[in-house]
């Protein structure tokens, strides 16, 4: 039995500016994108969430339900650095550290010696350490698997720890809402709703070949998935060398020009991702789709350069060579040799 922690660290942009300036901390505060530009919002303060703000909102919208919104630019550097002490962190429990993105990683921690070998107290201890360094809150899940330990750090933030030992893993994930788990967006959910499934253990009751059927090689894990199981290993190599969005459509893209319609919106979203001075570290684009089958195909082109156009040179070229209509569309570029970065999970398979 592994011991893995997740740790994700709370309101992660707003927390790092309210630090900076503590004035911000009773009012409610957001980072995003102006809204003559567009913009939508990255993270907000709690304050703000009670209003019903959230990530990915328009900061029209934003501003619209709550006027005395503040509202900063992000300040990718500042982040960075702070991302880095959290790793420090990190690596002086274990090397067996797989971050996701600046303000969240999981750990193995099942062959550390300190803390008695309790991932509980190590994830108590690394909390408390974060908090040492940087004066910021994070949340905690610990699980014998990255699946449960990742649901488990989101159960009680901010400043959260919630722990999942192995013979709670029954009961934990019978009730669990289906949408929790990895992979499942919303299509997924909507699919499943559809067959009435709402929870894990009506999942259950589906064999693992109904499961492939219905979702294609995603379908196994979420047999496995669905029970608490989750054999995936923290992997210490990964990282991140491109910036990409994608979208899962309700109705798949049947025609060239559907597809193209899709672009202007997740290019748009792409360059939010693409904040941060990286534009000169691109050295390539690419366009991925997930066909009706499950097939995922990229066409990709070395560029320092990209544009809208760009993309729309590839959409064509993948199109020509599809076959069946197109559910999931991306866009991404290629980044030189960079540390780890923040990527929009929109986690449809
Ligand atoms: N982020 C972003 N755009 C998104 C989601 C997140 O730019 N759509 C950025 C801002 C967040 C940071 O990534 O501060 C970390 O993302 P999290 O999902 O962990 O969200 P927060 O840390 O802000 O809040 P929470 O307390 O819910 O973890
Ligand atoms: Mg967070
Ligand atoms: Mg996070």
């Given amino acids: ?9 709370d309101y992660f942009y707003a ?13 409610p505060v957001a980072i995003g994108g102006s809204d003559q530009k567009r913009g939508v919002i990255s993270t907000c303060n709690y304050i703000a969430r009670s209003y019903g703000i959230h990530s990915a909102m328009p900061t029209a919208i934003a501003i619209r339900k709550c006027p005395e919104l503040i509202i900063l630019p992000p300040s990718m550097a500042k982040y960075k650095q702070v991302s880095q002490q959290i790793r420090d962190v990190f690596y ?6 797989e971050p996701l993105s600046l303000d969240e990683a999981y750990l ?10 309790s991932a509980t107290l190590i994830a108590k201890s690394i909390k408390a350490d974060i908090l040492l360094k ?11 698997n990255k699946l449960l330990a990742k649901i488990a750090s989101d159960i009680n933030k901010p400043n959260g720890l919630y722990v999942i030992n192995p013979s709670d893993i029954k009961a934990f994930i019978h009730d669990l809402s289906v949408k929790k788990l990895f992979g499942v967006g919303k299509v997924t959910q909507q699919k499943l709703n559809k067959l009435g499934i709402e929870y894990c253990y009506q999942l259950q009751s589906l064999s693992q070949e109904e499961l492939i059927n219905y979702f294609g090689k995603f379908g196994k894990s979420l047999y496995s998935y669905c029970r608490g199981v989750d054999n995936r290993p923290v992997n210490p190599e990964r990282i991140r060398r491109s910036i990409s969005v994608e979208n899962t459509y309700i109705d798949d893209l049947k025609t060239y020009e559907e597809c193209l319609a899709k672009l202007p919106e997740l290019y748009s979203r792409l360059m939010i991702r693409i904040t941060g001075g990286f534009s000169n570290s691109v050295s390539g684009i690419f366009v991925k789709i997930t066909d009706s089958k499950f097939n995922k195909h990229s066409v990709e082109r070395q560029t320092h350069r990209y544009s809208i156009d760009g993309f729309k040179f590839l959409l064509k070229d993948i199109y020509n060579k599809q076959q069946y209509p197109i559910r999931l569309l991306g866009l991404g570029v290629r980044l030189n040799d960079l540390p780890t970065l923040q990527l929009e999970l929109d986690l449809d398979i």
Avoid: C, F, W, Y
């Fill in 1 to 9: 039995m592994r011991k893995i922690i997740h740790i994700d660290m």
């Fill in 15 to 27: 927390q790092v500016e309210e630090k900076e300036n503590p004035e911000l901390a009773d009012k």
């Fill in 92 to 97: 002086s429990v274990t090397s067996l550290v």
């Fill in 108 to 117: 193995d921690v099942t062959e550390v010696k300190a803390q008695s070998n």
């Fill in 134 to 144: 940087t004066g910021l809150t994070g949340s905690a899940g610990v699980a014998p």
